[in-house]
């Protein structure tokens, strides 16, 4: 989205980030749901990822406009995705997408499990009212946020969701915890229908899924970023790795992979190989 969102001519230099833009020009975030489903993409993520009271009301706005934000988020992806073959999944990032200090590439944010219930809990109350077909909890780099979601997801049984880690390489997750641990953690959570990665460098994805996939995870998925590395002041830097092709036949193998795509840095003509890859 916000590889796309720039692409258009955006500045995406505040704390809201693509946020922003969901809230003041919400027809540029269905222009850009719109370019991936035309490149081939079955699922389109909401741009929720950056949204939360706490983060709008430290820029200046008001709760009830982080709760509205978070409604059209719902409502332009699935505008773009009418009549076509494609699922809305609402994002719900993690705790430190609010930070601003690369804290969803870390973890250990230094706060209680309490804290962390009471952050999800207020922002998926709003994002399931909006009856997204999927929810795509994502991002998160630490086992013990997972532990808090687990517990908010308990509240809504009936909504099918996925989770999906940032890692710090081939094994672990980014707060540095072994990846095959998360599979334990959400095995009595029947709402979260696959497990797996994204945001994540693609070299690191076979090993990761691998892990899981022994682990027991239920279904697997991977939206990696093309690679580069992230900095909160710098932004992306790098020259990254292509998503598509040879890597994606070798994902499509392991076992109970169900959905493969992309993050940070990979547009709808990567996009577009990754469908041509699949449906061939």
């Given amino acids: 989205m916000a590889t796309e969102l720039e692409a258009r001519g955006h500045d995406l230099g505040d704390a809201l980030w693509s946020a922003r833009i969901l809230a003041d ?3 540029e ?6 370019a991936y489903v035309d490149a081939g993409a079955r699922v389109v993520v909401t741009a929720s990822y950056q949204v939360s009271r706490e983060g709008f009301i430290a820029a200046g706005r008001t709760a009830a406009q982080a709760d509205a934000a978070l409604r059209t988020a719902v409502d332009v992806a699935r505008e773009a995705t009418d009549g076509r073959d494609a699922l809305v999944a609402a994002s719900v990032g993690p705790y430190g997408a609010i ?3 690369g804290s969803e590439y870390r973890g250990r944010y230094g706060v209680t499990r309490e804290r962390l219930v009471d952050f999800h809990g207020e922002r998926l109350a709003v994002i399931a009212s909006s009856a997204p077909d999927v929810l795509a909890i ?7 946020e997972v532990s808090a979601l687990v517990e908010v997801l ?8 996925w989770l999906t880690m940032s890692c710090a390489d081939e094994a672990l997750t980014c707060a540095g915890q072994p990846i095959e ?8 959570t029947p709402s979260l229908r696959a497990v797996g ?11 990761l899924l691998t892990r899981l996939s022994a682990a027991g995870a239920p279904a697997l998925i991977a939206y990696p970023n093309s690679g580069r590395a992230w900095s909160p002041t710098a ?4 020259s990254g790795t292509e998503v598509g092709g040879d890597l994606v036949s070798r994902w499509r193998e392991i076992p109970g992979m169900a959905l493969i795509g992309g993050c940070c840095g990979v547009g709808p003509d990567s996009i577009s190989a990754v469908a041509r890859s699949l449906a061939s």
């Fill in 25 to 27: 020009d919400p027809g």
């Fill in 29 to 34: 975030i269905r222009a850009v749901h719109e």
């Fill in 99 to 101: 930070l601003h200090d």
């Fill in 138 to 144: 994502e991002t998160i780099p630490d086992l013990d």
């Fill in 154 to 161: 308990a509240d809504y049984p009936d909504t099918p969701a």
């Fill in 181 to 188: 641990d998360l599979v334990a953690i959400v095995s009595r």
């Fill in 197 to 207: 990665v994204n945001c994540t460098a693609p070299e690191y994805v076979e090993s």
């Fill in 235 to 238: 932004g992306w830097s790098g």
